[in-house]
């Protein structure tokens, strides 16, 4: 499996799903767990590849990094590829009905050729309005775009993009975490807050 990992309640709020993706391969694996145990399992074939490093047409675990997200309403799921060239960012649509991941939007979020960064972090707020993406490398980066599109369509995804923070300094701008709270906390490592 890839290091992607995410969970909703379903929509009876009488159990969860858990979702994974398969290495190597375009599958989502979910998984319902209910009060004994998982009572379900079911596989969405969509999407990118996980795992494929197209620079050096290899295959390599490392080329499938990125985090994984749920919208809190339990319909959208996101996540990236992160260390590969270019750098994907991919929408679907979640059934927490179901456990059915379907109508992929893919974004390029950065290549070698325009920032030379990649992307890692992802979050929904914590109305599932918004998506936000974290870039890190030469010039960090934080940008939002409106999660209500999706379904392939990648031009109202792409215009929505917002960039609302930037740094030139070259460091971390890792993982994303909405909490209890409503805030959005992040890993950083050369300051305490992006406000």
């Given at each position: 499996c890839t290091e992607k990992?995410?969970?909703?309640?379903?929509?009876?709020?009488?159990?969860?799903w858990v979702v994974g993706h398969r290495m190597f391969s375009s599958k989502f694996i979910s998984w319902h767990i209910g009060s004994t145990g998982i009572t379900d399992t079911v596989v969405s074939d969509i999407g990118n590849v996980?795992?494929?490093?197209?620079?050096?047409?290899?295959?390599?675990p490392s080329a499938a990094l990125g985090q994984m997200k749920i919208s809190p309403n339990g319909n959208k799921l996101t996540l990236v590829i992160g260390n590969?060239?270019?750098?994907?960012?991919?929408?679907?649509?979640?059934?927490?009905?179901?456990?059915?991941?379907?109508?992929?939007?893919?974004?390029?979020?950065?290549?070698?050729?325009?920032?030379?960064?990649n992307v890692y972090g992802l979050e929904f707020s914590s109305d599932g309005s918004k998506l936000y993406a974290t870039i890190t490398g030469n010039?960090?980066?934080?940008?939002?775009?409106?999660?209500?599109?999706?379904?392939g369509n990648n031009?109202?995804?792409?215009?929505?993009?917002?960039?609302?923070?930037?740094?030139?300094?070259?460091?971390?701008?890792?993982?994303m975490q909405l909490a209890p709270d409503g805030k959005i906390y992040l890993v950083g490592n050369d300051s305490w807050s992006i406000s």
């Open positions: 990992l995410a969970g909703c309640i379903d929509s009876f709020e009488t159990g969860y996980h795992g494929w490093d197209s620079t050096n047409s290899s295959w390599i590969s060239d270019p750098s994907l960012l991919e929408l679907f649509d979640f059934d927490n009905v179901s456990g059915i991941v379907s109508s992929p939007s893919q974004l390029i979020l950065d290549n070698s050729t325009t920032i030379g960064n010039y960090k980066r934080v940008y939002q775009f409106d999660a209500n599109y999706g379904g031009d109202s995804i792409i215009a929505s993009r917002k960039l609302i923070y930037q740094s030139n300094a070259n460091s971390v701008m890792a993982g």
